[in-house]
């Protein structure tokens, strides 16, 4: 396995996050959906668990300043390969978004436009970022998506989003995310939705990305077995704060156990595993002073 | 076995227009059994269970529960031996329902006296306070509602339920709750369940016995002891079983 490329000291990482916060002014207070969050991310897969409402989506919508209203972003640090993101103007934002950074969202079916075939809409992305011509840009699209393993590029081209399948849906979100090849990609739940052969199809789209190109990967998810097989580190999230920060190995390690944060260890207790059948599934406790 | 199934199915076929979705399909279920049915999707799972559950009305084949052979159009008495519990608990509650409108429905239908009672058992035996009887479904979280949606079933007290992806819409914490809360409510109830998941490890946690489905077809019926030991004898159920591992690095 490849180290990674962070680790050396000569380069900057790719993105530099402190004490980042997002909250949300409602009419009944406000909610802290991230508290102080501080992480770096280098050529790397990155991975975030936690539960839904930990702020592991607006962590990733942050970073592209994509919180809606009534949402406001603050950081004591926010940089994409030292330029700071916090005093950038929209505009310039806007440019780093797509090209340099740009996400993949959970669900296919609502992340695409319905009424335009799905190669226009990669064609499209590509010709934002880049001068090119419509049949330049069409090539770059079929390209594209050959590489995110589509059998037949030009028939899938044609195709309208509500005519292709789940998984085809989703290799077509991650093309026209890949089309500008961004430095890092932001990963929402990819593959939540696929069924598990297909999965492992965009994973390794994903993996490959990484290693060749060498961009930073961050993955959002739930699913502490895939993130344990996938990762190289993974946060922890809960109520919006990192528990803990972990290489990826040590998650099934049963000698790192004692060294575990009690979150990660209730979160995979509750797991039910098929090589040691359990009577009763462990739920989770949760620990007020976790949040202090 | 002399005891009579719970249920049986014999050669089941479904088309949708001119797709063949469920192939000859035939299984059994003793009573106080869980069955599980894996496959991906499209596989004609979900639509099983809805021809069990009488939701789908169009099939050809033989389907027995608790020993009487099911006409197309169920009985009333179908109704109250069988529930069964949908995927999204955000999509199956009626959201200008309250939790104790939800509940009365069926005992109404079925002209059961003693509401008040029978809604009281079946919340506390879902594990919820009795305070939460008049709340809407958005007052309450993902983990809630489906314990409302276990409620709805159980207050007619079936001895079959039919679990459709019962967990799957919820978080890991979530669903152990509710994968604890149906396992000692078939021990408390003696009940059946067939449950349909993707999710081998929450499959081989719940059943004894489990069918793997494919194109509509059953590949390959084996026991949770033969999952967990690895050792289906099918191509298709072994790839299932190395893709439910998580992700592998080539080389």
């Known amino acids: ?62 970073i592209l300043d994509l919180i809606p209203y009534p949402g406001v972003v603050s950081a004591g640090r926010m940089a994409y390969r030292g330029q700071n993101l916090l005093t950038m103007d929209k505009r310039s934002r806007r440019k780093l978004r797509g090209r340099h950074i740009s996400m993949v969202m959970q669900d296919p079916k609502f992340s695409l436009n319905p009424v335009q075939t799905v190669g226009t809409q990669i064609a499209e992305a590509y010709r934002v970022h880049h001068k090119a011509s419509a049949r330049e840009a069409r090539e770059r699209s079929l390209s594209m998506l050959e590489a995110v393993q589509i059998r037949e590029p030009a028939r ?10 789940g998984g085809m849906g989703q290799r077509v979100m991650i093309a026209m995310m890949l089309i ?28 490959d990305l990484v290693t060749s190109r060498g961009m930073g990967l ?60 359990k009577g009763k599934l462990a739920t989770l406790t949760r620990d007020p002073a976790w949040l202090a | 076995m002399t005891a009579t199934p719970a249920i049986a199915v014999e050669k089941l076929n479904v088309f949708f ?32 269970l809805r021809v069990l559950a009488g939701l ?6 033989a389907v027995a529960i608790l020993g009487e052979s099911q006409p197309k159009l169920r009985s009333k008495a179908f109704y109250r031996s069988s529930q069964m519990v949908f995927q999204d608990p955000y999509g199956s ?78 978080d890991v914490s979530i669903q152990a709750e509710v994968l604890n809360l149906l396992t000692s409510l078939r021990h408390a109830r003696k009940l059946t369940y067939i449950l349909v998941s993707h999710d081998l490890a929450v499959v081989a946690h719940m ?17 949770a002891a033969t999952l967990a030991a690895r050792a289906p004898k099918t191509d298709y159920a072994r790839q299932l079983l190395t893709a439910s591992e998580g992700f592998r690095r080539a080389g």
């Open chain 1, 1 to 62: 396995m490849s180290m990674p490329v962070a680790a050396n000291a000569n380069e900057q990482p790719l993105l530099e996050l402190d004490d980042l916060r997002v909250d949300f002014h409602t009419p009944t207070g406000i909610v802290n959906a991230v508290r102080g969050l501080s992480f770096t991310l280098g050529r790397e897969r990155l991975g975030i668990v936690g539960e839904s409402g930990s702020g592991k989506s607006m962590t990733g919508r942050a």
């Open chain 1, 156 to 165: 899938v081209y044609d195709l309208y989003p509500h005519e292709v399948s």
């Open chain 1, 180 to 207: 500008a090849e961004p430095e890092i990609l932001i990963a929402d739940e990819p593959t939540s939705a696929l069924d598990v052969t297909v999965q492992l199809q965009v994973l390794k789209i994903l993996d």
């Open chain 1, 218 to 277: 961050i993955f959002i998810s739930h699913d502490l077995h895939l993130v344990q097989s996938f990762c190289d580190r993974v946060i922890v999230m809960y109520g919006g704060k990192a528990m803990e920060t972990l290489p990826a190995a040590e998650l099934s390690d049963e000698g790192a156990r004692s060294r575990r944060h009690p979150y990660t260890l209730g979160l995979l207790g509750c797991l039910p595993e098929l090589d040691r059948p």
């Open chain 2, 17 to 48: 227009g001119d797709s063949h979705v469920v192939k000859d399909l035939s299984f059994t279920v003793s009573p106080g059994e869980s069955y599980g049915i894996v496959g991906e999707s499209g596989s004609g799972k979900s639509t099983v």
């Open chain 2, 56 to 61: 789908n009305r169009d099939w050809s084949g």
């Open chain 2, 93 to 170: 509650l009626h959201p200008k329902k309250t939790v104790d409108d939800t509940l009365a429905e069926p005992l109404t239908i079925h002209g059961l006296g003693d509401a008040q009672a029978r809604i009281g058992r079946a919340m506390s035996d879902v594990g919820l306070p009795a305070s939460f009887r008049f709340r809407y479904p958005h007052q309450l979280s993902g983990g809630q509602r489906q314990r409302v949606a276990i409620a709805r079933a159980l207050v007619l007290e079936p001895t079959i339920l039919l679990l459709d992806e019962p967990t799957s819409a919820l």
């Open chain 2, 207 to 223: 059943c004894e016995r489990l069918l793997v489905m494919q194109f509509g077809a059953g590949v390959e019926e084996m026991t």
